[in-house]
């Protein structure tokens, strides 16, 4: 199976395990316009504002945060990362620069964790931070050596991935002694959802990720802007997840706005509404919802308790070919074209080493591969797909191409029963969730911010 690419995933997915928490939706906002009148009323602000002294649209590049300094080399550097996720799709001057601000609002967010994790005695080596950097390196088929490289490459730096690092590892040490020990699910709570499911048995359940935008009135058109920008590039390819850790405001933004398995009852009715009309791999939005706007992805679909084919674990083998940098057009067809002939009548997984010998080819074993998480467009392939037999190949010529021998199947178990730990885990990862969003927001009331 094709690795995903090294940029989206340099600003997605490098947290280390319980570094974030995901939630089954979003924390609810401000409910109404008529709380958000209530609220103006309450701080006393008159309906029509007049503004005297500061331009406050002049926005200042870099920040001290409480003594310590975010440079403008910094910004630069995470700015980088974030342009990585969208694969070389071409970003307008203005898009840039509103990216530019988000990330210095994400950068000063980071060093807030990091400072009160600090203030709690909770530090992170220099080699715990490398552990997880060398695990990002892994994960995509580079050395260390060889993703510092990539991202001097891409004008960044180790040291603004190792900072993301640091923090996600700070923040998370420090939830799980201060909030994690003090949220508690209840027997009754699981029970209950028990109930529901197995009433709602071959419903349907999604996985979605959520991208939240927050708004009140008088900011309703320009994040209804921002929202349409962010859907723009993802609909030209961007990654949803690098997207939703940038610019969600909901608790999951940490893992890339990913809610988990919902069914649409526990998703707000907007949410809702919308998920049981999206195929996997559609987006949606910006979808009005109590308090701001929501972008919704539809990452999978399932029946609730019941046995879902693309549950099925796979013994595969993958063989693997690539191409010069230099190969011309005629040489990249006849290649590909012999490789095609050699496996288009593979006779099982026996065969494999001695095809792989003739083509000058890689072999990778995988024994532990569901179908559900290959990508769609393999997934029902692989379902039809005979024991000792062959994918067509695929690829591209910068990624070389690759078929995916079939070497056994175990189907998927019938489900007869909720899993009561998952729910509970679930249940307290939300409230977790909720409450580390409100400790970041008081972090962000009491800091002091000095913009340079």
């Not at 939630?23 to 316009?33: D, F, Y």
């Not at 028990?194 to 990720?209: I, K, M, P, W």
């Not at 009715?269 to 939005?285: E, H, I, S, Y």
């Amino acid at each position: 199976m094709a690795a995903a690419s090294a940029s989206s995933a340099l600003v997605i997915g490098i947290a280390a395990s319980g570094a974030a928490v995901p939630a089954l939706a979003q924390e609810a906002p401000a409910s109404a316009p008529a709380a958000d009148a209530a609220q103006r009323a309450a701080l006393d602000i008159p309906a029509d504002v007049v503004l005297f002294g500061n331009d406050t649209a002049v926005r200042k590049p870099t920040a001290v945060i409480n003594g310590e300094i975010i440079t403008r080399s910094d910004v630069d550097h995470r700015l980088a990362l974030t342009l990585l996720a969208n694969q070389g799709q071409q970003i307008p001057q203005e898009e840039i620069e509103r990216l530019r601000l988000q990330v210095l609002r994400n950068l000063i967010d980071e060093m807030l964790q990091i400072q009160e994790a600090r203030a709690n005695e909770i530090t992170v080596s220099a080699a715990e931070i490398q552990q997880s950097y060398d695990r990002v390196a892994q994960n995509f088929r580079r050395t260390p050596a060889q993703l510092d490289a990539y991202l001097r490459e891409n004008n960044s730096s180790d040291t603004s991935l190792k900072q993301q690092i640091h923090a996600e590892l700070a923040w998370s040490r420090l939830l799980r002694r201060r909030i994690e020990p003090t949220t508690n699910v209840g027997e009754a709570e699981v029970q209950a959802i028990v109930d529901r499911l197995n009433a709602a048995r071959g419903t349907s359940e999604y996985r979605v990720g959520e991208i939240y935008l927050a708004s009140t009135p008088a900011t309703q058109n320009e994040t209804i802007a921002n929202a349409q920008r962010i859907m723009q590039q993802l609909q030209q390819g961007a990654s949803f997840a690098a997207y939703a850790r940038q610019f969600s405001e909901a608790s999951t933004a940490a893992v890339g706005g990913d809610l988990g398995w919902v069914r649409a009852e526990q998703l707000p009715d907007p949410l809702a509404n919308q998920a049981r009309q999206m195929q996997v791999g559609q987006l949606a939005g910006p979808i009005p919802v109590p308090g701001g706007l929501s972008i919704l992805y539809l990452i999978d679909q399932r029946q609730v308790l019941t046995a879902d084919p693309r549950d099925a674990v796979l013994n595969l083998r993958q063989v693997a070919i690539s191409f010069p940098p230099n190969v011309t057009q005629a040489q990249l067809q006849a290649r590909a074209n012999a490789f095609a002939d050699a496996t288009r009548n593979i006779q099982g997984c026996g065969a494999v080493d001695a095809i792989a010998r003739q083509l000058n080819a890689e072999i990778v074993d995988n024994d532990q591969v569901r179908v559900r998480d290959l990508p769609v467009q393999l997934q029902q392939t692989m379902l039809n797909l005979q024991v000792g037999s062959a994918t067509p190949p695929f690829g591209s010529p910068e990624d070389g191409l690759r078929v995916l021998v079939l070497c056994g199947r175990d189907d998927p178990e019938v489900t007869n029963e909720a899993s009561r730990e998952r729910i509970a885990t679930q249940l307290e990862q939300e409230r977790v969730g909720r409450r580390a969003r409100r400790y970041l927001r008081d972090l962000r009331r009491d800091a002091v911010v000095d913009y340079r």
